[in-house]
C-alpha cells in the first residue's frame, strides 16, 4: 500500500477536527475534534518516521500523547466547571474573557 | 593617604548606597531614626564633596580622580569615572543640595503611597545616581545612569506627590523614555562605527576622535539622538510640557532635585557628548538650536508672567533659564560656556530656594494658587523675605549669583550672536515682570482673610534656607573660586571645537 | 594712577548698616535708625577726607583708584571690583552722603511713629551704599551693580507702604520701566566688549579714538537709553510721578536728589563715548529738551503737591540731560545743575513732607491755603528753594539753569536756536506752576477744613531743611564763583570747540528773566488775585484734562506694551495648554484610540479565535509554498 495514504488520512482525520473546531458549539465535541486533530498530527509523525526511517517521529507522537492526556484532565475539569457554574456546555456562552 | 588619588568619585556613590542598606535594617516605624539616618549620609556625602573639590587641582585641565575597571569587556565597557570642572562644579551642586532638600523636606514623606523609608531610599539612590551620571566617562555608564535616574524620580513623583501625580510621573517617564531611545540608538550607532573604525570601546576620550572618521550624514544623525533627549531633559521649547505638570505634582523637595540636578543633565550632556563627540554636526545645528533656545528663554517667561500656580510659574522661570543655558553653550565662546556652567550652579539654588520656599508656603496655606496668598510680608517676614531674596536671584539682580552667570551668557553670545543676544535681553525686562507680579500678590498688598495667624519659619526651615541664600548672595559677589574651576575646562571644550573667542572688532586703527 | 585704600569705606559703611539692621530685625528696632544716621554721616566724612586729600593734590594725579577683588574673570573678560574717585564721583559722593545725612535726620522724626521705621531706614542705608557704588564704580559693569542696586533700593522704598495695592503697584511699575533702561545699560556693556574688548570707562575711553563711529554711536544710544529709564526722561518718564508713593524722604532723597539724576552721571560719565559720536549727543539733547517741556506741562496741572514736585523733578532733569547733550562746553554745567538741584528741589520735597505732616498727610494743594501762618519755618525754606528753581538771581537755581541756557543758545546754528529756546520757554513755565504751588500752599486764603490742626514741624525736620534751604541760596553762587565747578571738572572732559556767542550773556539772562516774571505774573493773576475751588474744577481746557492725566503717558504705555503684553500672555498660556501640551497628549490619545479600536476584534468567542487562527495557519502554508515554488 502506497504509504502516502496515511499521510491523506492525517489530512483528512485533521480537517474533520478543525471544521468540528470551528463549526460545532458543543465543548464536549469540540474538545474531542481537538483530539482528533491532536492524533492526525501523530498519524502524520509516525508516518513520516516510517518513510525516514528514523525515530524521532515516533518519539515526539509519545510526547504529544502525554501532553494530550494532560490537555484532557485539564480541559474536561474546566469544562464541567463551566458546565456547573453556566448550565451550558456552549463555548458560545463562555466569552467573558474579552471583558 | 594621598588625598589627591583617592577614589573620591566612587566613595561619593558608595556613601548613599550604604545609607540605603542601612535604612533596609530600621523597623518601618521609626520614621525618625530613618530621617536622622538619611540626614547624616547626605552630610557625609557633602562633606565628601567639598573634600573632593579642595583636591581638585584647578589648574590642570583634563579629566581628574579618574577611576576605570573592566564592566563588559565584550562590549569594551567600562566603569570608568572622572571629573573636569564643568563636572565637578554639578556634581557639588548635587550634593549641596540634597542634604538641604533632607532638611526642607522633613516631612514630605507624609502623605505618601509608601513609608518614609521607601521615600528616603528613593532619594539616597538618587542621589548616587546623580553622581554617576555627572562623573561618568563612559558613553555607556553614562547612559545607564541617565535612564535609571528616571524610576527613582517616577516613584517619588507618583508615590509622594500631590493632584494628579500618578498622571505627571507617567508623562515625566514617557517623554524622558522617548528621549532616552533615541540616544540608545545613538549609542548602538557609536558601538558599531567605534568597531568599524577601529577598536570598539565608549570611552569618551577615545570617542572625541571618531567623528574625523564617520560621514557627515551619520554625525548628524548620531547628535540629533543624543541632543534630542538633552533637549527634552534640559528641557528646551518645544519639548517642554512635562516640566510644569511634574514640579506641580512632586514634592517641592524632589522638584528642587528635578529642576535643580537632573535638568542639569540635559545642558551638562549638550557640553560632554553633543559638543565633544560631534562638533561638526554641533556648528551645523547651532543656529536652530540658538533659536529654539531665545525662544525658551522668552516662551517660558511669558508662561511663568501667566501662570496661577506658584509652582507651575516656577518651573516656566526654569524653561527661560535653560533657555539662557543651552544659549550660552552653543555661543562657543568661552564666556558663553563658562557662563553657561556658572549658571547651572546657580540656577540650581536659586531654583531651590524658589521652590523651597513655595512649598513652605504652601504647606501654611495648602493651597499652591498664588491668589490665595496676599499680604505675607506683614504675617511672615522671614517667609516673606527669603521668597523676595530667591526671586530677586532669579531675575538676576546684579549682586547675587544668577547676575555673574546670565551676564556672561549674554555678553559670550553677543560677541558671535549678537542678534540672539539683543532678542534674548529682553529676557530680563519680563523676568523682573514674572518675579515682581507673584510677589506683589503674594506678599505685598492687604492680607487675605485667612492668613492673618499663618506661622513665620520654623527653626528647621530656617536651618534649611539659610545656605543656600548665603551660597546665593556669596557667589553674587565673589564667583572667582567657581570661575577658577570651571575656566580651564570650558577653555579646552572650546579650543577642541576648533573655535577661538572673536577679538574685538574695533580695538585697534579705524 | 593713585591708589587708596580708603574708599571702599565710603561703601562699605552704609551697607554695613543696612545688613546688619535688616538682619537684626525687631531687636534693632530701638536704636537701628540712629545707627544708619551715624554711618550715613560716616560715609559723609570720609567723603570729606577724601575730598581733602584731593585737594591737596595736583590736577593731574586727583583721581585715586582702589582694587578690591577680580570679581568676574572669563577668558578675555575681566572685570575687576574696583572703585575709582574722581572730580567727577567726589562731586556725587558728597551730594549722595551729604543730602542723604539730612534726610537720615528728617526721617527720624517723619518716620517716629512707623512701627516700621527701622527697616526704613535700612533701606535707606542700602540705598546710599548702592548709590555709591554706581558713582564709585570704575567700570560700566560695576556701575551697573549700583545701578540696579538703586533701582532696588528704590522698588522697597516706594513700596514700603505696600499694604496698600495701589502702592505695590506703583513700586513694581518702576522696578519694571528700570528694567527697561537697564536693558540699555546691558547691550551697552555687551556693545562695548565685543567691539572694543573692555567694559572700564579708561579702557573705553582710550579704545574710544580707534572705534568706528556707528559703534561709538550704538553704544551712546543705548547708554541713552539707560539714562532714559533711569532719569524719568521720554519716554520711560512714567514711573516717577507714581513713585511718589514712597514716603516723603524718599521722594527727597531718591527721586529728586540722587537716584533719578543717575542718568545725567552716566552720560557725563561717558563723555568720551557721545563726544566720539555727535548723532548721539544731539538724541541726548533732544532728549532732555523734550522732557524738559513734557515735565514742566505735567507740573501745571498736578494737584498732588508731591506729583506737581515729581514733575518738576522731571523738567529739571532734563536741562541737566539738555546740558549733557550738548557737549564738553555742558558736561560741567549739567552737573553744576544737578547739585544745585539737588539742594534746592531736596529742600522742597522736605518742605512738602512737613506740610503733609501738618495737614494729616493730605496732599492736595487745593484743600491746602495761608499756611504760611501756621508753618512760618517751612514756608521760609519752602520759599528759598522756590526762588532757587525758578531762577531768581542770586539763588542758585539762577547760575546752573542760566549757564544751560546760555550754553544751548551757543550750541550754533538751528540747533541752538531751538534748543535755547525750549530751555527759555522750559523756565517760563517753571516759573508759572512752581509759583502755582507756592501760592496754593501758602499765601492763598484757607481751603482746609476745620478738624485740620496744622502745626510746625519738629526741630528735627525743620534742621535739615534749613541746610538744604541755605544750600539753594549760596550753592550756585559758590560754585559759579569764578567758574570754579567748570574748572574743577574740565580735567576730566575734552576741550569744548570754540563757539560764536549767539547773544551776550547778559541778555540771555534778561531773556531767562523776564520769561521767569511773565510765568509769576500769570500763576499770581491766576491763583493769588482770583478764588481758588478746593476741589479739581471740571470746566477746564481740554489740555489741562490732558496735563492731569500726565499727557496720556499712561494710557500710551497701556495701549502700546501692557495689553499687548498681556494678550501675547494669554495667548501663549492657551498655545501651551492647546497646541504644544495638546501635541502630546494627542499622541497618547492616538495609542489608547487605535488599542480601542484594534480591541474590538477581540470578540471573547473561542470558535471564532479558532477559525483565526485555521485561516492564520492556512495562509501562512499558502504563502511559503508560493514562495518556495
Redesign the interface.
Known amino acids: 500500500m502506497d504509504i502516502n495514504n496515511y499521510l491523506y488520512l492525517s489530512a483528512i482525520l485533521f480537517t474533520i477536527g478543525a471544521v468540528g473546531v470551528v463549526v460545532r458549539r458543543n465543548a464536549i465535541v469540540v474538545f474531542m475534534c481537538i483530539e482528533l486533530m491532536l492524533n492526525a498530527a501523530n498519524l502524520s509523525l509516525v508516518t513520516f518516521s516510517r518513510i525516514n526511517g528514523t525515530l524521532d517521529g515516533q518519539v515526539v507522537a509519545f510526547f504529544t500523547m502525554v501532553v494530550a492526556a494532560c490537555e484532557v484532565v485539564v480541559g474536561l475539569a474546566i469544562i464541567v466547571t463551566i458546565y456547573r457554574s453556566r448550565r451550558s456546555a456552549s463555548i458560545d456562552d463562555a466569552s467573558l474573557l474579552k471583558r | 593617604m594621598n588625598l589627591a588619588n583617592m577614589n573620591w568619585l566612587t566613595l561619593s556613590m558608595l556613601l548613599p548606597l550604604l545609607g540605603t542598606a542601612a535604612l533596609a535594617f530600621i523597623p518601618k516605624g521609626n520614621v525618625l531614626l530613618t530621617k536622622q539616618i538619611a540626614l547624616a549620609t547626605t552630610v557625609l556625602v557633602a562633606v565628601v564633596g567639598i573634600l573632593m573639590t579642595i583636591n581638585f587641582d584647578f589648574n590642570t585641565p583634563g579629566f581628574q580622580f579618574v577611576e576605570s575597571r573592566p564592566w563588559i569587556p565584550a562590549f569594551g565597557i567600562n566603569y570608568a569615572l572622572g571629573v573636569d570642572g564643568i563636572a565637578l562644579v554639578l556634581i557639588l551642586m548635587s550634593v549641596l543640595l540634597t542634604p538641604i532638600v533632607v532638611i526642607a523636606g522633613w516631612n514630605e514623606s507624609e502623605g505618601g503611597r509608601w513609608s518614609a523609608k521607601t521615600f528616603y531610599s528613593l532619594i539616597l539612590v538618587l542621589e548616587t545616581m546623580m553622581i554617576g551620571v555627572f562623573a561618568s566617562t563612559d558613553v555607556f555608564l553614562f547612559y545607564v545612569f541617565f535612564e535609571a535616574m528616571l524610576v527613582p524620580v517616577y516613584f517619588l513623583i507618583g508615590g509622594f506627590g500631590s493632584g494628579e501625580r500618578a498622571a505627571a510621573a507617567v508623562k515625566f517617564l514617557l517623554y524622558s523614555l522617548f528621549g532616552g531611545l533615541l540616544m540608545l540608538a545613538s549609542i548602538v550607532g557609536i558601538f558599531v562605527m567605534s568597531t568599524r573604525y577601529g577598536n570598539r570601546t565608549f570611552d569618551i576620550t577615545t570617542l572625541a576622535g571618531l567623528h574625523t572618521v564617520i560621514t557627515p550624514m551619520m554625525e548628524n544623525v548620531l547628535f540629533l539622538g543624543f541632543f534630542i533627549a538633552f533637549a527634552i531633559k534640559a528641557p528646551l521649547w518645544p519639548m517642554h510640557t512635562w516640566l510644569p505638570d511634574a514640579a506641580k505634582s512632586a514634592t517641592p523637595g524632589t522638584s528642587v532635585l528635578l529642576l535643580g540636578v537632573l535638568d542639569k543633565v540635559g545642558t551638562f550632556g549638550m557640553i560632554r557628548y553633543c559638543l565633544t563627540l560631534f562638533p561638526e554636526a554641533s556648528k551645523t545645528f547651532t543656529p536652530l538650536i540658538i533659536t529654539l533656545a531665545v525662544i525658551s528663554i522668552l516662551y517660558g517667561a511669558f508662561l511663568a508672567i501667566g501662570a496661577k500656580d506658584i509652582k507651575r510659574l516656577i518651573a516656566y522661570t526654569s524653561i527661560s533659564h535653560f533657555g539662557f543655558i543651552t544659549m550660552g553653550i552653543f555661543a562657543m565662546t568661552t564666556q558663553g560656556l563658562s557662563g553657561a556652567t556658572l549658571y547651572m550652579f546657580n540656577h540650581g539654588f536659586s531654583t531651590a530656594a524658589l521652590f523651597l520656599v513655595a512649598g513652605f508656603m504652601i504647606l501654611r496655606r495648602k493651597s499652591s494658587t498664588i491668589s490665595d496668598f496676599g499680604g505675607l510680608q506683614r504675617v511672615t517676614p522671614i517667609m516673606a523675605w527669603s521668597f523676595f531674596i530667591a526671586g530677586l536671584s532669579s531675575l538676576a539682580l546684579p549682586g547675587l549669583s544668577s547676575f555673574v552667570s546670565e551676564f556672561l551668557v549674554l555678553v559670550g553670545t553677543f560677541t558671535r550672536y549678537p542678534v540672539a543676544a539683543v532678542i534674548a535681553t529682553f529676557g530680563i525686562v519680563l523676568a523682573a515682570l514674572y518675579i515682581l507680579i507673584p510677589v506683589q500678590r503674594a506678599l505685598h498688598g492687604p492680607t487675605t482673610p485667612g492668613n492673618e495667624n499663618l506661622p513665620d519659619l520654623t527653626l528647621r526651615e530656617k536651618v534649611a534656607i539659610a545656605p543656600v541664600i548665603a551660597i546665593i548672595v556669596a557667589l553674587g559677589f565673589y564667583p572667582s573660586p567657581l570661575l577658577n574651576i570651571i575656566n580651564p575646562a570650558a577653555t579646552t571644550v572650546i579650543s577642541q571645537q576648533g573655535f577661538t573667542d572673536p577679538a574685538p572688532t574695533n580695538s585697534e586703527g579705524k | 594712577m593713585v591708589t587708596n585704600s580708603g574708599l571702599v569705606y565710603l561703601i562699605a559703611l552704609p551697607l554695613f548698616g543696612a545688613v546688619s539692621l ?1 538682619l537684626l ?1 525687631r531687636r534693632a528696632d530701638k536704636w537701628g535708625h540712629l545707627l544708619a544716621t551715624a554711618l550715613s554721616a560716616g560715609s559723609f566724612a570720609v567723603g570729606l577726607f577724601q575730598l581733602s586729600q584731593m585737594l591737596g593734590r595736583d590736577v593731574e594725579s586727583r583721581p585715586v583708584t582702589q582694587k578690591l ?9 575681566n572685570v575687576d ?1 574696583s572703585l575709582l574717585l574722581d572730580q567727577l564721583s567726589i562731586s556725587f559722593v558728597l551730594l549722595i552722603t551729604g543730602v542723604g545725612t539730612l534726610i537720615h535726620i528728617y526721617s527720624i522724626s517723619y518716620m517716629a511713629h512707623d512701627p516700621d521705621r527701622r527697616r526704613f531706614f535700612a533701606y535707606l542705608n542700602l540705598f546710599i551704599a548702592a548709590m555709591l557704588l554706581l558713582v564709585l564704580g570704575d567700570s560700566y ?1 560695576n556701575l ?2 549700583g ?3 538703586v533701582g ?1 533700593a528704590s ?1 522697597l522704598l516706594i ?1 514700603f507702604w ?4 495701589a502702592y ?2 506703583a513700586s ?1 511699575k518702576a ?2 520701566m528700570n ?2 533702561g ?2 540699555g545699560l ?2 551697552a ?3 562695548a ?6 567694559v572700564s570707562f579708561s579702557g573705553v575711553k582710550e ?1 574710544a579714538e ?3 563711529e556707528a ?1 561709538m554711536t550704538a553704544l551712546g544710544i543705548m547708554l541713552l537709553i539707560a539714562a532714559v529709564g533711569k532719569s524719568a526722561q521720554f519716554p520711560l518718564q512714567a514711573w516717577l510721578g507714581d513713585a511718589m508713593a514712597g514716603p516723603t524722604p524718599v521722594s527727597a532723597l531718591i527721586h529728586a536728589a540722587t537716584m533719578v539724576t543717575a542718568g545725567v552721571y552716566l552720560i557725563v560719565r561717558s563723555n568720551f563715548v557721545f563726544d566720539a559720536a555727535p548723532n548721539a549727543q544731539l538724541l541726548v539733547a533732544i532728549i532732555g529738551a523734550i522732557t524738559l517741556i513734557f515735565g514742566a506741562l505735567i507740573g501745571t496741572a498736578k494737584d498732588d503737591i508731591k506729583k506737581a514736585l515729581a514733575a518738576s523733578t522731571m523738567s529739571q532733569i532734563g536741562y541737566m540731560i539738555l546740558g549733557a547733550g550738548l557737549g564738553p562746553a555742558g558736561y560741567a554745567y549739567a552737573i553744576m545743575h544737578l547739585i544745585t538741584h539737588g539742594f534746592f528741589k531736596a529742600g522742597m520735597f522736605l518742605g512738602a513732607g512737613s506740610v503733609m505732616h501738618g495737614m494729616n498727610d493730605e496732599v492736595n494743594m487745593r484743600k491746602y491755603g495761608a499756611l504760611r501762618k501756621f508753618m512760618p519755618i517751612t514756608f521760609v525754606t519752602f520759599g528759598l528753594g522756590y526762588l532757587a528753581i525758578i531762577g531768581v538771581p542770586p539763588f542758585a537755581g539762577f547760575y546752573s539753569k542760566d549757564m544751560l541756557i546760555e550754553t544751548a543758545l551757543n550750541a550754533g546754528g538751528v540747533k541752538g536756536i531751538l534748543l535755547g529756546g525750549t530751555a527759555l520757554l522750559g523756565a517760563g513755565i517753571t516759573a508759572f506752576y512752581m509759583t502755582r504751588v507756592m501760592i496754593l500752599t501758602f499765601t492763598s486764603p484757607k481751603r482746609w477744613d476745620d478738624n485740620q490742626r496744622p502745626h510746625e514741624s519738629p526741630a528735627l525736620m525743620w534742621i535739615p531743611m534749613a541746610i538744604l534751604a541755605v544750600g539753594s541760596v549760596i550753592s550756585g553762587y559758590l560754585l559759579h564763583q569764578g567758574k570754579a565747578f567748570k574748572h574743577w571738572l574740565e580735567p576730566l572732559f575734552a576741550k569744548p570747540g570754540e563757539h560764536s556767542e549767539l547773544l551776550p550773556p547778559i541778555v540771555v539772562s534778561g531773556l531767562a528773566l523776564t520769561m521767569v516774571a511773565i510765568g509769576v505774573a500769570i500763576a499770581v493773576v491766576k491763583y493769588q488775585l482770583s478764588e481758588v475751588d478746593s476741589v479739581a474744577p471740571e470746566n477746564v481746557t481740554e489740555f489741562t484734562h490732558f496735563a492731569r492725566r500726565d499727557l496720556l503717558q499712561d494710557e500710551i504705555n497701556e495701549a502700546l506694551f501692557m495689553r499687548p ?1 498681556q494678550a ?3 495667548a ?2 492657551k498655545i ?1 495648554q492647546s497646541v ?2 495638546g501635541a ?1 497628549r494627542g499622541i ?1 490619545q492616538m495609542a489608547i484610540g487605535s488599542g480601542s479600536s484594534l480591541r474590538k476584534s ?6 471564532s479565535y ?2 483565526l487562527i ?1 485561516v492564520g495557519a492556512a495562509a501562512l502554508i499558502a504563502a511559503i509554498w508560493v514562495v518556495t515554488q
Open positions: 535688616l530685625g577683588f577680580t570679581w568676574i574673570s572669563v577668558g578675555s573678560f571690583a559693569l551697573y551693580v545701578w540696579e542696586g532696588l522698588y513700596g505696600n499694604q496698600k495695592a505695590a503697584t513694581k522696578f519694571v528694567r527697561i537697564d536693558m546691558s547691550f556693556i555687551m556693545i566688549f565685543a567691539s572694543l574688548g573692555t579704545k580707534f572705534a568706528s559703534t503684553g501675547i500672555t494669554s501663549l498660556v501651551d504644544i501640551d502630546v497618547g477581540q470578540t471573547g468567542f473561542v470558535r479558532a477559525a485555521l
